[in-house]
């Protein structure tokens, strides 16, 4: 599980499931397609620093506290 896209799709489901949220609630506030976030969250997609940054804000992150947990470091 070495591929960026992989964690960085974990750690937005595990910030949206610790907010309750669905991925079409997530979608909704970040102004993202839920097919966008399911595709993210599986690894799928080389997600653009402007998604991103849409998702963290809606996910009540920042990029600090986004990139702090132990997969990436």
Do not use: H, P, W
């Not at 506030?29 to 097919?35: C, G, P, Q, S, W």
């Amino acid at each position: 599980m070495d591929d960026i896209r992989m964690r960085v799709g974990m750690r937005i489901k595990e910030l949206r499931n610790n907010l309750k949220l669905s991925q079409e609630q997530l979608g909704f506030k970040a102004e993202l397609d839920r097919t966008y976030i399911t595709s993210v969250e599986a690894g799928k997609r080389n997600i653009s620093v402007v998604a991103l940054e849409k998702i963290i804000n809606a996910l009540e992150s920042d990029f600090s506290d986004f990139f702090t947990d132990k997969k990436f470091c």
